[in-house]
């Protein structure tokens, strides 16, 4: 910690999210030297409260906006094929025609979505073509839909994440393969544009780190970094459900009364599904973590239930969990559509970067650094693989539980040689004491919400917390590390 109040870096960070961590591992794989900190822990923010996809920006080629839809579909085809093969999955999505659904209106927008992933030069192995297909393959690959007036479906592939939390821990760890400083609980007290004021919130200390530039991705709370950034929030809400019927293909659900607004049946690889989500502008002071009101709840199981042939009810939901996406207030623009970024430069220097979404991060990040002008190195992160990443062919070939090399890729082995009793389902001692000595976890919640899934649903993670926090050992003050 002393070193870092000493020297003066090229780079201050502040944020841990994807936009940070991304920002992060850009500026230090162009040579420069970057400290990053973060007031909570790695994903604590928007980033771990999405829905887990990483996907070509259908919604925003319908409504005519082919710039974000097309870097969507490259930002994907990236991140699937060249820098995190592991932590993302082709996912099936299915349309199901039901009376009122216009079977000839959504697939010109799949075929438009297929076009870019083509220009994109996505696979189409990976990401098959759209296609129509009867009711009874629609019925084969989501057994829970209604049959009732069923016509059949549109069937199209996006990309999902396994974890998007694990999937910002692991751009930090690569961050800090290129000498990045990775500081969790580490809140910016006051910041200018030549450094800022940092507190230690686990001891209180206070140091100061002076900065060539400063870089705010602290996503929502950025308006706190520097005021004159106007946000406009917006909630999105997913809820967490046992499997209602639908195990490998997700459901796109038109909402009634709108044009091109769905709700998303995501099946997870534990079993689970999240339904969401909503797009509900948050007014007032922006907390630590939203919660997921009732009506949203109620909201999404009524669409969902629209197109099931058992409707969900409240006994299904086992949790639910909110964020808050970091949008720019732009007059004019509904809160759902403002999703392009912008990088700002405040009277004092300090460069913020803000909007965009989760997809688009690494573009978001490249932007940030050239805009503080420090190099002439272009941005190299496209062909930068993220620890634990491999061709995807080569994955099946890990002599690990596949479960595993889903969350650690070519990590798995080094993972699966320590104690594999089970905690949970999805948690054994030997991931927790990963988290611990490698990922920068440093105590129960940030295993049990971050490294892992099992803090969703609260009634299974709240008898692990004492259990998880017994192996936190010395790592619990070594919170400087970024790997």
Known sequence: MAAAAQDVVDVLVIGGGVTGAGVALDAASRGLSVVLAEAHDLAFGTSRWSSKLIHGGLRYLANGDVGIAYESAVERGIVMTRTAPHLTRPLP?????????????????????????????????????????????????????????????????????????????????????YGARILTRTKAVSVEGDGARLRDTLTGSEFDVRARKVINAAGVWAGQVVPSVRLRPSRGTHIVLSSPGITGTSLTVPIPGSRNRFVLVLPQLDGRIYVGLTDEPVDGEIPDVPQAPESDVDFLLSVASSVLERPLTRADVQGAYAGLRPLLDAEGASADLSRRHAVLTAPNGVITVVGGKFTTYRRMAADAVDATELTTVSARTKDIPLVGATARERLTRIDAPARLIAKYGTEAVQVAKLDPARLHTDLTVAEVIWAFEHEGALDAEDVLHRRSRVGLIPAEANPLVDIVGEYAGTNRRNHSRGS
Not at 104 to 109: C, F, K, V, Y
Not at 123 to 146: F, H, Q, T, V, Y
Not at 152 to 170: E, K, M, P, T, W
């Open 93 to 177: 999505q299915l349309i199901p025609l039901h009376e009122g659904v216009s079977s000839a209106l959504a697939m010109t927008g799949l075929h438009a979505g297929d076009l870019l992933r083509r220009i994109a030069r996505t696979p189409s192995n990976l990401l098959p073509r759209p296609r129509r297909i009867p009711a009874a393959e629609a019925l084969a690959l989501a057994p829970g839909l209604k049959r009732e007036g069923l016509r059949g479906g549109l069937l199209s592939y996006d990309g999902q994440l396994i974890d998007d939390a694990r999937f910002v821990v692991a751009l930090a760890r690569t961050a800090a393969g």
